[in-house]
């Protein structure tokens, strides 16, 4: 599985999470790839035309934003978005949200087309569709 954590996360997450999930996934942070302030409309192209891949962010205004939201649902990406409780919570609270529900995310990530959005929440174990 090929994992984007987008640029509104700290690049320690991507790390982490490419350390924890060595030989099983690619995971890197959006600066990596893109540079800082590259426009969502940008990199969304640019990653749907390399084909599928799991995008990590709080920036809910790709699901809001109309062009943001028409690109991303076009697109083979498949978007978990942290809650907006998550969005302001620590790191350390985020990154036990993600191990939490990541074997959910992997299975998800399986079953759905591109252009899906879902919610990581709070305190539920179950992903909502945005």
Known sequence: MKVMVDENLPPAMAKALAALFA??????????RFGPAVKDTEWIAALHSEGHWIIISADRRIAKNKAEQQAFKGSK????????????AKLTKQ??????LWE???????LVGGGAMFEIP?????????
Request: hydrophobic share 45%; proline share 0%.
């Open 95 to 100: 990154m036990e949200r993600l191990m939490a």
């Open 77 to 88: 990406l498949v978007g978990f978005f942290f809650a907006s409780g998550l969005q302001k």
């Open 104 to 110: 959910t995310i992997e299975k998800q990530a399986e």
């Open 23 to 32: 030989g099983k996934h690619e995971i890197i942070h959006l600066r990596q």
């Open 122 to 130: 709070m305190k539920s174990t179950k992903l909502n569709q945005i």
